[in-house]
């Protein structure tokens, strides 16, 4: 049996079997001038006939418009992140924009090369959910032209930009005086790493700041700053457990991290929360599905991301933003894995 090559309409063959010319073909496409019914419904039904394609790159290029949106995020392994980006996709289809998500797993490297590859393709618009903003990542955005909102993150090294977060150093400040109202006063805090403005500083920051307030000393060997996986939380809490003074309470500054920090006791025959408090932040899916269920700060993603679309579209539609600076609220949810003195 023989095989068949298939070869792929162009414009111009339209063009030929409507017996019409080009820019004809091309208005009926873009819908842009009049074209007679008569025309339009013949080289429509050419089109459908042959299966033809328009090449968007090349009509984004006429119109200076691709309908794309690149959004890079840290990992979508992440609950979070996941949440995060039905948030976005919700908005941008209403707007009629598709997405075109890239993963840095921290690498930012690879962050400024997927922040190279959107610009160079001409995309529309960024979505970038920050960790470490560097000297590269302000460089390239005080260069480029592409309108843009930075997630997570306050950003006070550039002005250009809008930015979506919550309140990182209010929302750890009212986490640990939760603690301290259950008659916690000996408290570990399993932070983000340094690198991670908004989950290392602000919320070591609003932690120092609630014991401050209340005439407790930090315990400098019971703070960790490490990435938000399980297994670093397992780390860090084996960390501060092997230390002779230990902690009542655990405040991790991820359900991750949290989770982490509960196997580790688990394994080791302490109770949670009988012998020690454990507090969460994100509210993950995870953390009302755990035992114990995790008591934790409850942050919105799919309201970040949507919110983060929102300003974006605002922008490339020349929509003038209120404001730089946009917080999202929280709110502390009470469950299983604390307990009062």
């Not at 690198?195 to 060997?221: C, F, H, M, W």
């Not at 679309?309 to 929280?330: A, G, T, V």
Request: proline fraction near 3%; hydrophobic fraction near 40%.
């Amino acid at each position: 049996m023989g095989g068949g090559i298939i070869i792929k309409a162009s414009i111009k063959d339209i063009a030929k079997k409507a017996n019409v010319s080009v820019s004809t073909v091309s208005r009926v496409l873009n819908n842009s001038k009049y074209v007679s019914e008569e025309l339009k419904e013949r080289v429509l039904a050419i089109v459908k006939e042959t299966g033809f394609k328009p090449n968007l790159v090349a009509k984004g290029l006429v119109n200076k418009k691709t309908n794309l949106i690149g959004i890079l995020i840290p990992r979508i392994s992440n609950n979070f992140f996941a949440k995060l980006i039905e948030g976005t996709e919700e908005v941008a289809q209403t707007y009629g924009y598709n997405i075109l998500l890239s993963t840095s797993y921290n690498d930012l490297q690879r962050e400024i090369e997927y922040l190279n590859i959107f610009e160079d393709r001409q995309l529309d618009g960024i979505l970038f959910s920050v960790t470490e903003f560097t000297e590269e990542h302000r460089a390239f955005f005080e260069r480029t032209t592409l309108p843009t909102v930075f997630i997570g993150q306050k950003l006070e090294q550039q002005e250009k930009y809008p930015y979506v977060t919550i309140d990182n150093v209010k929302a750890s400040y009212e986490a640990t005086k939760y603690l301290i109202n259950q008659n916690h006063t000996k408290i570990a805090i399993l932070a983000g790493p340094e690198s991670d403005t908004a989950t290392g500083t602000y919320r070591l920051q609003g932690y120092k700041d609630a014991l401050e307030e209340v005439g407790i000393t930090a315990n400098p060997l019971w703070q960790s700053m490490r990435f938000h996986t399980i297994e670093d939380g397992y780390i860090a809490t084996s960390k501060i457990m092997s230390q002779v003074d230990k902690p009542t309470a655990i405040f991790a500054c991820s359900d991750q991290q949290a989770l982490g920090a509960i196997n580790y006791l688990h394994e080791y025959g302490y109770r949670v929360p009988e012998d020690i408090s454990v507090m969460g932040f994100d509210d993950v899916d995870l953390a009302s599905i755990f035992r114990p269920k995790l008591t934790t700060v409850k942050q919105n993603p799919v309201d970040i991301g949507a919110t983060a679309m929102r300003l974006l579209i605002d922008q490339m539609k020349n929509i003038e933003i209120q404001s730089k600076e946009n917080f999202i609220p929280y709110r502390l949810v009470v469950r299983e894995s604390t307990k009062k003195l």
